[in-house]
């Protein structure tokens, strides 16, 4: 469970480094932030108390299929957010502990 979290932070830092070096206005009011729940981890980003979901990871595999490979979501999985509480069960956007481009190109999932 450690490893997840350190990935996960280090998916955050990553996330806040690309807005900041992108938009350097919001390097004093913008940062990203995780809560911790029974399945999953919230990823948010925090604009000066204001806050939106930009995804979750999964940290306990749910029942849902993932509909691109039709196996199970494995620990790990980046999923959007479909609401502040739920993520969409569709499809992972990616895995916190493989290397991809996406996360060098968007700091949103």
């Known amino acids: 469970m450690t490893q997840l979290i350190e990935k996960t932070q280090e998916l955050l830092d990553l996330m806040q480094h690309q807005l900041h070096t ?3 206005h919001t390097i004093e ?4 932030i ?6 999953y981890i919230k990823l948010i980003r925090d604009e000066e108390g204001r806050q939106s979901v930009v995804g979750f990871v999964v940290k306990k595999s749910p029942k849902a299929i993932d509909n691109k490979t039709n196996e199970e979501f494995k620990i ?5 957010a479909k609401s ?3 993520p969409a069960t ?3 956007r990616g895995n916190v502990f493989e ?8 700091f949103g999932l």
């Not at 790990?76 to 959007?80: I, P, S």
């Not at 290397?99 to 968007?106: A, D, G, H, K, N």
């Open 76 to 80: 790990g999985d980046m999923l959007m």
């Open 99 to 106: 290397e991809l481009p996406m996360r060098q190109i968007c």
């Open 90 to 92: 569709n499809f992972a």
């Open 22 to 24: 992108r938009f350097e």
């Open 29 to 32: 009011s913008t940062q990203f």
């Open 34 to 39: 995780m809560e911790e729940g029974r399945n």
């Open 84 to 86: 502040w509480r739920a």
